[in-house]
């Protein structure tokens, strides 16, 4: 992601070819895993010949992570999948075997709920929502329209390669 990177434009200020890496995330995974790379620091360069950019440096995320929690976007899907299928959380959370504990699953189920009119307005953009489906839990609507837009693989992932932003 260091390479990747370089010409890429400024979040803050627009410039490009200016970033620098500084630094990468690494965060927790699943039990014994410990040091997973999560992302890069990036600095937008103050001090450059020509041009120069904002100073300023921020983060960014591989695809394949969530922001501010240690599962990975497979993980979770695998999860909300279970829980999709009408099953409770406990019960989804032991099938998926994210590796992570029951208090994070009722997050992540929190976290859903709060955010679904945000993702369903993006959804929205990609296709239209699938006719009024037999809805097991209220969150079943979302998750179906999520894969009917983005495909069935890694969901997750592809939310944050369309949009460029974080999903929960
Ligand atoms: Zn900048």
Redesign the pocket.
Known sequence: MRSGVKQMA??????AG??NCHGLVYGNGAAGDSRVLRGGRFL?SPRRKGDS????SFTLWLAGCLPRHSVGTKGLWRFLRHYHSGLSVSAAWEKARTGFSIESAYRWVRRMYEIQSRLRARLCRVRAPPPGTDAKNPLSEVLEHWFNALGEDDPIRSFHLRFQTDLL
């Not at 400024?10 to 410039?15: E, F, N, V």
């Open positions: 400024c979040p803050l200020c627009g410039r200016l970033l937008c950019g904002c100073g300023h």
